[in-house]
């Protein structure tokens, strides 16, 4: 039986908008974001010693060039705009990939945005405070986070070649950015000499799980160059090597950077809190005395903008294909010809806004904290009926302050993340099995050992960002059910998706 695809309300791109440094750049981008600047000596102070610290940032970049083998096979056999997205839908049914486009779009993808939004504002307000807004109840970080959304989203509706150029000029800069912390590291390092002896014994390594979670999320967002797959030119070739040259490349960045902390600071000191200067900027500083403060602002406010920037020009595909196949947000699946989606662009910005103005703004986190307390209520009332020593303990931050309730938010979501993440994986062997005869350009080496250390990496994940919020998961559990509803008022008026068997 042959199936064809929904109609769409717009032609989605077609082939050869994005090259090969094009998609580098968005991984990178997105990828290097502001882990590398201020997570560090969590790491370190998890490991008891350099080389410990270095093989632990090692591992984590063989884990995400696994991850990239897996994701080229299915990037370059059913590449799609939308990837996971896409992927989910064709293994596991429409229920799946629906639940998947949900969850990105009104918390995963905002969430992520958001947070990265704040650490621009932060920057920005620390070099140029906006004090003139605060009468009307706005502080300045949330203006100059609004402002970044805004201007990025503008910049991406106004077609694909400027949002490229856009995300190819900011990794570029974060890149010379990092390698300007590399060489104030390297020449002008002068910390505590390092003891790089390697340890007779290894009774007690520290491979704390603290230190792979930090690693494997300062690694995460590498996948989401599969949204763009369509859009890539010559993808049979280039989407393969850019996964791989793109994780590959920070990779490397990762352990120069970490390694010009070590040998400009000494091991024991980059293993204590940096306040009130991060790592980068206690390096920068002791290279460039005055300017170096500056210096590692700017170098943070363009690695965020860049992930920014990378996040909602992919993001916004998934909410396309989403519209392209489900008639009840059928209007996200339209794309200006040849340009980009600017309905779901703007959608992204509205919730990705509002979501900056409930966790950004105390007003607007009184609203979730109240609202949080009242489900509490209710579900306690409920709870007590049949279990009285049983409390369920919703909260998730007493004291309202922007990054952390960022930092919430992100955690929050982070199981929903993992769990689709491992479906993924899992729709490489789903799919392997249902079109056993389909071309597939590029397969996975070593299968299925390959995929399986790849499933078994974001069950770890899924299983550590589970039990850290404990009860709070129910967080992630509504989330999915409150699309479930939707998702059968899409059936009901506009009937089941239909199957594709022709991938763009």
């Known amino acids: ?3 064809s695809a929904p109609a769409r309300s717009a032609p989605a ?4 908008q994005l090259g090969l440094w094009d998609t580098v750049s968005i991984i990178v981008g997105i990828v290097v974001g502001t882990t590398i600047f201020y997570s560090p000596w969590l ?11 270095m093989a632990v940032w090692l591992f984590g970049g063989f884990l995400a060039f696994i991850g990239g083998l897996c994701y080229a096979e299915l990037a370059t056999t059913y590449p799609r705009s939308g990837g996971d997205y896409a992927y989910l839908s064709q293994a596991f049914g429409p229920g799946t990939g629906f639940l998947f486009g949900w969850a990105q779009m ?4 905002p969430a992520s945005i958001g947070a990265m939004a704040f650490v621009f504002a932060s920057m920005a307000h620390s070099l140029m405070p906006l004090n003139q807004f605060i009468d009307f109840g706005l502080t300045s970080e949330f203006m100059y986070a609004i402002l970044a959304v805004g201007v990025l989203t503008l910049v991406n509706i106004v077609g694909v070649t400027v949002g490229k150029v856009t995300q190819n000029i900011l990794s570029v800069a974060k890149v010379v950015g990092l390698v300007a912390i590399c060489v104030a590291g390297f020449v002008w390092g002068g910390g505590q000499p390092t003891d790089w002896t390697f340890p007779e014994t290894s009774a007690d390594w520290g491979w704390g799980s603290l230190a792979i979670i930090l690693v494997l999320y300062a690694f995460g967002g590498w996948n989401d160059a599969a949204f763009v797959a369509a859009e890539v030119r010559d993808r049979r070739r280039n989407i393969p090597l850019a996964l791989l040259l793109g994780i590959g490349a920070i990779t490397v960045i990762y352990m120069l950077v970490n390694l010009a902390y070590i040998h400009a600071l000494g091991f024991e000191k980059v293993q204590r809190p940096p306040h009130p200067d991060s790592l980068p900027g206690l ?10 403060g500056t210096l590692i602002t700017v170098i943070i406010m363009a690695s965020a903008l860049g992930a920014m920037n990378g996040l909602i020009f992919t ?6 294909s989403l519209g392209q196949d489900h ?3 059928g209007f996200l699946g339209h794309w200006q010809p040849g340009s980009s989606p600017i309905v779901a662009l703007l959608l992204q910005g509205l919730v990705t806004v509002g979501w900056i103005y409930l966790i950004g703004t105390e007003k607007g986190y009184d609203i979730i904290r109240q609202s949080i307390s009242t489900v509490q209520e209710l579900v306690n009332g409920v709870l007590h009926k049949f279990w009285d020593d049983y409390s369920l303990n919703l909260q998730m931050v007493t004291d309202w302050t922007p990054g952390d309730a ?5 955690s929050h979501s982070a199981p929903a993340f993992w769990l689709f993440f491992l479906l993924a994986g899992f729709s490489l062997f789903r799919l392997r099995d249902k079109y056993p005869g389909k071309e597939r350009p590029f397969s996975v080496p070593l299968y299925p050992l390959v995929p399986i250390i790849f499933c078994c990496m974001c069950a770890y994940m899924l299983y550590r960002s589970t039990i850290y919020i404990e009860e709070r998961v129910i967080f992630v559990i509504v989330l999915l059910l409150l699309g479930l509803p939707f998702y059968g008022l899409s059936r009901l008026i506009g009937g089941h998706p239909k199957e594709y068997t022709e991938w763009r």
């Open 43 to 53: 790491i370190f102070g998890a490991v008891p010693n350099p080389w410990m610290a």
């Open 13 to 16: 791109p077609s082939e050869g």
């Open 1 to 3: 039986m042959s199936f």
């Open 106 to 109: 009104f918390v995963i993808m």
């Open 315 to 320: 993001g916004s595909r998934i909410y396309a």
């Open 406 to 410: 960022f930092g919430a938010l992100v």
């Open 327 to 329: 008639k009840l947000f």
């Open 283 to 292: 390096v920068v500083t002791q290279a460039f005395q005055n300017v170096g």
